[in-house]
């Protein structure tokens, strides 16, 4: 069965604090890994799409790397404006349609 | 920018009553997706529907229904809205192939009392 596994659940930084954020999956062929930031009370907000081991993507503070277990977001010297829960989600070969697998999030909390 | 939109933020329900929640999308996306999204159960996929017409079950479609008529617009309908059913319902589109990304609406607020 295909599975997404985010961890930690929950995460506490001070302002500039770099840290990572963890997403280990099990599918039986991947097309794509989704990375979502998604505030209290919101729809996620898309951030990246990795295709292929080895893969990066930066944007600002966030950057997101792809092995062929696990995808990390690592958050370099992070500001109180981050704090939101991190959706990870993967698309595989075989899922109904194009529908996405969702971890349950990390929820992030930075302190000033 | 892609516009993905929920026709209500907050709806409180009574049990046995039909529910519509609607959701029309400004990019000509093919597909369209509803999930909800429960506290320690993460986002669970409801339906989807990759054309006009057409629908697919997701993971959990019991006491749910959708329609798509036009292409801009997916509705999902809760049949008999029973108390389990409280939950944040997201709408989501995406274009093909499908490899892209999805964009997501801001989500509803169902409470069933």
């Known amino acids: 069965e295909d599975q997404v596994t985010q961890s930690p659940e929950a995460l506490r930084l001070q302002e500039g604090e770099s840290s990572s954020l963890n997403c280990s999956y099990t599918?039986?062929?991947?097309?794509?890994l989704f990375w979502y930031r998604q505030d209290p009370g919101k729809g996620p907000e898309f951030l990246f799409t990795?295709?292929?081991a080895g893969e990066e993507k930066e944007k600002e503070r966030l950057k997101a790397t792809l092995t062929k277990k696990e995808s990390f977001l690592h958050i370099t010297a992070p500001k109180p404006e981050d704090s939101a829960t991190y959706l990870c989600?993967?698309?595989?070969?075989?899922?109904?349609?194009?529908?996405?697998?969702f971890g349950k999030g990390t929820t992030l909390s930075v302190s000033s | 920018d892609v516009k993905v939109t929920q026709s209500s933020r907050y709806l409180v329900k009574r049990t046995g009553e039909k529910v519509f929640l609607e959701c029309v999308q400004d990019?000509?996306?093919?597909?369209m997706f509803w999930y909800r999204q429960d506290p320690g159960l993460g986002l669970r996929l409801i339906y989807f529907?990759?054309?006009?017409?057409?629908?697919e079950k997701g993971d959990i479609p019991e006491g749910y229904s959708v329609s798509r008529e036009k292409k801009e617009r997916f509705s999902l309908i809760l049949e008999s809205a029973s108390t389990n059913q409280t939950s944040m319902y997201l709408c989501?589109?995406?274009?093909?192939?499908?490899?892209?990304?999805?964009?997501f609406g801001q989500g509803t607020r169902l409470t069933v009392v």
């Open positions: 990795l295709y292929s």
């Open positions: 989501a589109s995406s274009s093909y192939p499908i490899h892209t990304e999805a964009f």
């Open positions: 989600a993967v698309q595989a070969v075989g899922q109904a349609g194009t529908a996405l697998i």
């Open positions: 599918v039986s062929g991947l097309r794509g």
């Open positions: 990019m000509d996306h093919e597909n």
């Open positions: 529907s990759y054309d006009v017409k057409m629908k």
